[in-house]
């Protein structure tokens, strides 16, 4: 269970069940048993982006904005904070094909975080970042904790524990004590 106010990191080897439990909490896969219920809103950043090769930056958060059901001003004012906080804001121009891995990771992550959901769940959100945004991440994400939001975090590993709350051990798909 992830909480309001708290970052959860969920760990565990290859095959273990990490990405196969995300994938059944933001609904794209059937469970074959146990119970899930999600309060209130949440944002999804996938392992590997979804992204469109022709569309670029701002293209990316207008349409996610409007699968959101947000306004244009209001797309507007989270996707700038978004390029703010991340740093990428050179590229909302540049389309999708154009742009590393680690700025498309940012734009992963940015599209996620657009409607500014109560839940955050992330799926290997880090890989490919360079040590700035990853210290930019890790305030980002103590700041929703503060502001009651939960995070929860699937990682092969955890290399900086004490930024959690909590870290659940999973293998073959059950919690390890």
Same mark, same amino acid.
């Given at each position: ?22 994938? &059944? ?28 090769? $022709?569309? !670029? ?9 409007? #699968?959101?059901?947000?306004? $244009? ?8 904070? &978004? ?28 599209? #996620?975080?657009?409607?500014?959901? !109560? ?10 970042? !360079?040590? !700035? ?10 700041? $929703?904790?503060? #502001? ?5 975090? &699937? ?10 709350? $909590? ?7 059950? &919690?390890?004590?």
């Amino acid at each position: 269970m992830v909480r309001a106010g708290e970052i959860v990191g969920l760990v565990g080897e290859n095959g273990a069940g990490k990405s196969t439990l995300m994938k &059944i909490l933001v609904g794209s896969l059937q469970s074959d048993g146990g119970h899930l219920e999600i309060r209130g809103t949440f944002g999804y950043c996938p392992q590997e982006p979804i992204l469109y090769e $022709r569309l !670029d930056c701002d293209e990316h958060f207008e349409l996610f904005g409007e #699968a959101y059901g947000l306004d $244009r001003g209001e797309v507007a004012a989270s996707r700038d904070g &978004i390029y703010d906080v991340l740093d990428f804001a050179r590229y909302r121009a540049t389309r999708i094909g154009e742009l590393s891995g680690g700025t498309k990771a940012k734009l992963n992550l940015g599209l #996620a975080l657009l409607h500014d959901p !109560d839940v955050l769940l992330l799926d290997e959100p880090y890989a490919g970042f !360079d040590w !700035d945004t990853y210290l930019r991440f890790w305030e980002l994400a103590s700041e $929703r904790r503060d #502001a009651g939001r939960a995070v929860l975090i &699937i990682s092969h590993f955890v290399a900086d524990e004490g930024r959690f709350d $909590r870290v659940v051990r999973l293998r073959d798909g059950k &919690i390890v004590e």
